[in-house]
């Protein structure tokens, strides 16, 4: 795909921004837990927290293309980092944008936009991920207000989110259209963190279980109508897939040029291991695979700027490309060789960081049974 | 207050670059970008209206092909607007040719104050402004790591080894900017559409008046006769320590009468 001039300066200054004042504290920040507010800030500052959003609430009115380019190039200095970028922007933003209320609107978008709040989105529960038709967490409307009780988990800046999107039943026995989307504040005294996980990757942000407790919200946070959640909360995941596509080939095309930098540098045999065809050929193959990723995930996100259907486009990429990324960076890893298994070296977080793509925002498995439900429509 | 910033768009430093054997220069086919030393003149400039609470800034830059990839990103950053210099002639033009060009490019604006870098990234010469100056029959100070405007005078502390000088002279003036001294804004993604809509006015020789015989290869006066590797180091001398090494380190460093 040929990118605009304004896209490729976007993603020039997404990147300026990401090598220097990301990439050089992204150790620190992985063991401290993750960076302060201030660089989501600064990241809002040039535009990057409501990329999509129009102006009139203070975002940036971009297309969906200059936003996935954005977030590769900030998941390619961190994933962490970008995945509560991704969580701010679309499903969070977007999501208020399209079916918000005016007063919505304007409550939550210009201070999303500057990140004075951050998002988070609560959908996934301990007993349940994949089919987000099982969720229990139950909001019972009592007067003008809801009360909310549940647990839910895995919650992408769960204990450091101001706004959280949460997808709650509202009918007991309503079976799909039994869910509906609340978007609210977390400084209610129901709003209660239970744990921070320890995990793999994605050491920069807080991913955490959340317990509502009789937590109870005016109906003004009701995010469209009552009974659609499921719709609205799976219609922002499906844009979300085209994010999480790019942040794979991110964190692949950091790996690749660490690789390719380091068999230029590193000689065995007489010669730098670039020159033996093995590595080159990796080399090759990796700049192929990272290749192609792209330029799904740019189609997908162009189907959608220019309205067309770019369900199956986006889980395709997302499929493709967090399992590719996956394989990439543990070729980069071989290519280091016993350097690339310490931490001196970028391709071990690197590692770490892309494999959750396989996982959040509908498994690799949840995708293949959307692509083979969409079968039909393609040209073969 | 109309300050004018001289900006050169030079090809990625981040790509590998290519010289073009016949003439010795640097291959242009490239999309150029805004030469990283000309940030530094760009912030400068904005910081100037910005605390002055008015005025304008424009940008200056002769380039090949009609390019504006470096234009568009000093004025997503806030100037206003862009003169840019382009003519087949003008390839293969020296520094004091690019001065002539863009001296008669900037003579039509009528600035209170001109800026630029003190040397590029890619030719550094650090002779364009001054001649610039001089081809405007304007003062010129360089080095600047602070500029402020007074009335009619243009007060600028000149960076030096040991400190800085302050220095003054009445505008219009030229001051070239020292890299660093200022942390160059980041364009805005809303900066970057706005700068879409922004006007670049493309200006030829002819348009500026200038016989295009004493710009150009032919009239240049200057010819990169040949470009050399620098030799690569010599492996430096390994001393083993048998317990005397420091001995051996302090006779090496005695030779080299550093110490
Ligand atoms: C058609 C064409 C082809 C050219 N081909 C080549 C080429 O192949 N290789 C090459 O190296 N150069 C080429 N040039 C540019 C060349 O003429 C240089 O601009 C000139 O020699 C200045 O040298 P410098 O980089 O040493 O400037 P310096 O004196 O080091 O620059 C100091 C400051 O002067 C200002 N300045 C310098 N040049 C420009 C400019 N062009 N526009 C705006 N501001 C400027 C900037 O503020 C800069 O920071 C070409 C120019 C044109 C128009
Ligand atoms: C770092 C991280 C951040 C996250 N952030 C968020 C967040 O911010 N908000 C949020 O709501 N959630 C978040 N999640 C949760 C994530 O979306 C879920 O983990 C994911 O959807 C999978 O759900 P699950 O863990 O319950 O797995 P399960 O649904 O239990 O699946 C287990 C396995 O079975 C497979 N499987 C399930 N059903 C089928 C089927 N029908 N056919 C074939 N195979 C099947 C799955 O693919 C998987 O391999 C995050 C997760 C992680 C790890």
New binding site residues.
Partial sequence: MILTPEQEQIRRVARQFAVSNIAPHVREWEASGGPQRELYQQMAQIGLMGMTIDPVYGGSGLDFVSYALAIEEIAAVDG?IS?VMA?NNSPVALAIETHGTAEQRTRFLPRLCTAEWLA?????????????SAITTRALRDGDEFVLDGH???????STSDVAMI?ARTDPNGGKSGISVFVTTTDNPGYQVLTK?R?L??RT?D?CQVRFEAMRVPSTDLLGPEGKGLSIALGGLSLGRIGCAAQSVGGARQALRLSKQYAEERSTFGKPIIEHQAIAFQLAEMATEVEAGRQMYLHAAALHDAGQDSISAASMAKLYASEMAERVASRAIQIHGGAGFLEDHLVEKIYRDVR?YQ????????Q??LISRHLDSLDM | MKVVVCVKQIPDPALPGELDPSTNYLKRDDKLILDESDSYGVEMALQLVESAGGGDVSLVSMAPNGAVGGLRTALAMGAEGAVLVSDAALAGTDALGTAKVLAAAISRMSPDLVLAGVESSDGYTGTVPEMIAGALNIPSITFAKQIQIEGGNVKVQRQTEAGYDDVECPTPALVSVTAGVVEPRYPSFKGIMAAKKKPVEELDLSALGIDSSSVGKNGARQETVQVTDAEERQAGEIIEDDGDAHEKIIEFLGELKVI
Avoid: Q, R
Wanted: no cysteine; proline share 2%.
């Fill in positions: 962490g995945n969580a988070s989105i609560h959908l996934t529960e301990p007993h349940t991920g994949s089919d987000a839910k988990a895995f919650i992408t800046a769960g997808v996980e995990k990757g994605h942000n991913t959750v996982i959040y925002e509908g498994t690799s498995e949840v293949k049974i």
